[in-house]
Structure formats: structure tokens, C-alpha cells
């Protein structure tokens, strides 16, 4: 996919690898400064009770046990989510972006500290588009006693598709403009609202930059807003 206009534009990132792991560099970059996902710095000094208090811990509530995190990234949801307990199966389609996401997650389940919330995430090359739908396939069951629950049907979804207006910042991160220019504005991420809204058991919860409007124009259920994100929130009851 290519970059939108409107997103930061800071000359071409490669996929490059230093030390066996892989990293994205721009062309001055020296190897080893190149942009890769940092979980650690999601470990915060009270733990996980400062991660419910935040933006994205408030939005997921106490009753969530299993989630899809659709639009993953570089993993920093995932692993906030994996943090607060939840087990999240996490999509990332671009093959840049993923080998960033495998190599975090694997770098996580080999050190101590991080290695119980890293051991509840599983992620997927994959696009959402066509895996959503899947989740509620009935392929191969025919006994009638055989219920929906059965299916992997989250208890919530999460999308954080890249956003190509005004995200509201004052400077994009390195992280956010390598990203930015990896995988484009994902301009078709509206039709990914309503799939997940009939999939997910109890909410899908959508990042979305502070002046963004709401994604597919569908107003949420609330919203829970942070200084420079907000997360929508849309009840959802798939069984
Ligand atoms: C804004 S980033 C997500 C950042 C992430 N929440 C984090 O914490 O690192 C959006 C990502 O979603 C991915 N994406 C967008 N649409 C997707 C789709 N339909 N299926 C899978 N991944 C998708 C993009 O390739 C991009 O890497």
C-alpha cells in the first residue's frame, strides 16, 4: 500500500537486519538505530494497576479474558492488553511490520520480566479483511448441539488502523513515521467496523488520533479520551 499524502513523509524506510534481528532503517540510519517495537517500555513502576487507569485499560474494563488485536503494529496494544491479562490473538498484514511484531514477541518470551504476559500472544501474518470472517466459520461442524461459542469469537476487538489526517501531535514518533511510510494510510479500514462488531462478544474498541473522526462515520457507544488518542468504544454482542 502506498503512503498517503497527508501522512509524515521522511524518506524511504528498508527492512534491515543487525545482530540477527530485524530493524527499519532509513538511508543515514547506522545499523542498530533502525526502529524496532520496544515492549519494555510499556512496564510501568506500579504495574499493571496504572495500565487499567490509562486510556486504553479504562476502555477494555474488568471483563474482557480474550481479544483480537486486528491491526497490531508493532505489538504495543498487544502487549498492553497481554499485560492487563487478556489473552489477544494479534493481525499484522504487512511483512515488514510483521517481522518487527515476531521478533518483539520473541525477544518478550525469552526474558524474565516479560515472558508471562508474552506467553498470552499469538500473532498472524494475516489481514483482517478475510480472517475476521473466519473466526465464526462453520466449516467442517454439522452437530446441531455445536454452538457459535464454540468458534474463536473474542470477547473484544481492538483496531488501530493507521489514521492519514491530522493525528493532533506536535511531531510524529520515529516509530509512527516509519510506520507511516511502511504501510500508507490503510484507507480501507472502515469496512473492518461492522465485521468486527458481529464477531466480537462483548466490544470492539477503536485508537483512534484525537481530531480523527470516528472510523466508517459511525459514532461510538462512548469514548474514553486520552491527551492525544481517544478510544471509541462500541457495544457489541456476538454469539
Ligand atoms: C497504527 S498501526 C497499529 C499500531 C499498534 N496498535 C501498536 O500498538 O503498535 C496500524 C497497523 O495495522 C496494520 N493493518 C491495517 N489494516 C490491517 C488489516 N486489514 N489486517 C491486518 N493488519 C492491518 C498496518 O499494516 C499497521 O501496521
Known amino acids: 500500500m502506498s503512503a498517503s499524502p497527508n501522512l509524515p513523509q521522511s524518506g524511504a524506510w528498508t527492512l534491515e537486519t543487525f545482530q540477527g534481528q530485524p530493524e527499519l532503517r532509513q538511508a543515514d540510519d547506522k545499523p542498530g538505530t533502525g526502529v524496532r517495537a520496544d515492549w519494555k517500555s510499556l512496564r510501568l513502576p506500579d504495574g499493571v ?3 487499567r487507569n490509562q486510556p486504553l485499560g479504562r476502555a477494555v474494563g474488568k471483563n474482557i479474558r480474550t481479544a483480537v488485536d486486528a491491526t497490531a503494529g508493532l505489538g504495543y496494544d498487544t502487549f498492553a492488553l497481554a ?3 487478556v489473552e489477544v490473538l494479534a493481525w499484522e ?3 515488514n511490520v ?3 511484531l515476531s521478533d518483539a514477541l520473541a525477544r518478550a518470551k525469552s526474558d524474565d520480566k516479560l515472558s508471562a504476559a508474552a506467553a498470552r500472544i499469538q500473532i498472524e501474518y494475516a489481514n483482517a ?8 466459520a462453520k466449516v467442517g461442524f454439522s452437530l446441531p448441539l455445536f454452538t457459535a461459542r464454540e468458534f474463536m469469537l473474542p470477547d473484544m476487538i481492538l483496531l488501530d488502523p493507521m489514521f492519514g489526517g491530522d493525528r493532533g501531535a506536535a511531531k510524529p514518533s520515529k516509530e509512527i513515521q516509519a510506520l507511516a511510510a511502511t504501510v500508507g494510510a490503510d ?4 469496512a473492518l467496523l461492522d465485521m468486527a462488531i458481529a464477531v466480537a462478544t462483548q466490544r470492539v474498541i477503536v485508537k483512534r488520533s484525537r481530531l480523527a473522526p470516528p472510523l466508517s462515520g459511525r459514532a461510538p457507544d462512548w469514548t474514553i479520551q486520552g ?3 481517544r478510544f471509541d468504544v462500541y457495544r457489541a454482542g456476538a454469539l
Request: charged letters at 25%; glycine letters at 4%; hydrophobic letters at 50%.
Open 129 to 136: 479483511h478475510t480472517r475476521l470472517p473466519t473466526l465464526r
Open 93 to 95: 498484514r504487512d511483512a
Open 187 to 190: 484507507a480501507d479500514a472502515d
Open 227 to 229: 491527551k492525544l488518542l
Open 98 to 100: 510483521f517481522a518487527l
Open 83 to 85: 499485560l492487563l491479562g
Open 49 to 51: 494497576n496504572s495500565l
